[in-house]
C-alpha cells in the first residue's frame, strides 16, 4: 500500500465548476498537509498547507484534512480555465522536508 | 538566484552513458532536496541535504546514482551507466530551514532526462 494515495483522475469540468480533489494516506503520524498544482513542463508550486484537521480557504480554494479518516481534500470553486494543471497533494512525513506526494490528478477546466 | 536553476533543462543520453545534472538552489537555502518524477506518477524522494552533508540519501534507486552539494549551494546528482528506466524528470527543490511547517519547500523547473 501507498504512504499516500491520490484520486488519479484525470477531470475535466466545465468553467465556473466546483473541483474536488481528493488523497488518502496511511501513516497516522503525518502532520503536515501540502497541495501543490504543476503547470505542463513546470515545476511544483506550492498552493496551500495545513497542519490540523479542518478548512483551510484562500480565495477560491479550501483545503480540507480529516484527521480521524486519514482523507485530504482541496476544493477550487468557480473553476477558470487557468486552474488546468496537475494537483499534487503531498504529505510532511519527517521533520526536515521529506515530502511524500501523490500520484497526482490532471484537472483540465473547459471555457 | 530568484528561484530554483536547474541544468540542463532537456538531456538526451545514450543508454550506458554516465549525466550530471545541477541544481542552484535560492540564495542562502540551506535545505536541498532531488526528487524524480516519471511520466503520469507523483514525486519520488531521492535525497536531502542539509548544508553540505546528505542525512537521507534513502531515495536513490540504486549504487548507479549520486549526489553532492558543495559550499552549501549548489548540487549535482550524477547518475552513471544510464538506462532507459531512468527516463524522468530530475525536480530540485530548496527551503530556508529543515522543511517543516512555515518553511516552504520551493522547486526547480526540473531537468527532462531521456535515455535512448
Known amino acids: 500500500q501507498k504512504e499516500v494515495e491520490q484520486d488519479p483522475g484525470p477531470l475535466s469540468v466545465p468553467e465556473g465548476a466546483i473541483v474536488s480533489l481528493n488523497c488518502t494516506y496511511s501513516n497516522s503520524a503525518f502532520q503536515y498537509f501540502m497541495w501543490y498544482r504543476q503547470y505542463s513542463r513546470k515545476g511544483p508550486e506550492l498552493l496551500m498547507y495545513?497542519?490540523?484537521?479542518g478548512n483551510k480557504e484562500d480565495g477560491r480554494f479550501t483545503a480540507q484534512v480529516d484527521k480521524s479518516s486519514k482523507y485530504i481534500s482541496l476544493f477550487i470553486r468557480d473553476s477558470q480555465p487557468s486552474d488546468s494543471a496537475t494537483y499534487l497533494c503531498?504529505?510532511?512525513?519527517?521533520?526536515?522536508?521529506?515530502?511524500?506526494f501523490g500520484q497526482g490528478t490532471i484537472l483540465t477546466v473547459h471555457p | 538566484g530568484a528561484g530554483v536553476s536547474q541544468s540542463p533543462s532537456n538531456k538526451v543520453t545514450e543508454k550506458g552513458k554516465d549525466v550530471e545534472l545541477r541544481c542552484d538552489p535560492i540564495?542562502?537555502?540551506?535545505?536541498l532536496y532531488w526528487y524524480r518524477q516519471s511520466l503520469g506518477q507523483g514525486l519520488e524522494f531521492l535525497i536531502y541535504f542539509q548544508g553540505n552533508s546528505a542525512p537521507d540519501k534513502s531515495g536513490l534507486p540504486s549504487d548507479r546514482f549520486s549526489a553532492e552539494r558543495t559550499g552549501g549551494s549548489v548540487s549535482t546528482l550524477t547518475i552513471q551507466r544510464t538506462q532507459q528506466e531512468d527516463s524522468a524528470v530530475y525536480l530540485c527543490a530548496s527551503s530556508s530551514g529543515a522543511g517543516a511547517s512555515g518553511n516552504t519547500i520551493y522547486f526547480g523547473e526540473g531537468s527532462w532526462l531521456t535515455v535512448v
Open positions: 503531498a504529505i510532511l512525513g519527517t521533520s526536515y522536508g521529506k515530502l511524500t
Open positions: 540564495s542562502g537555502h540551506t535545505a
Open positions: 495545513t497542519y490540523s484537521s
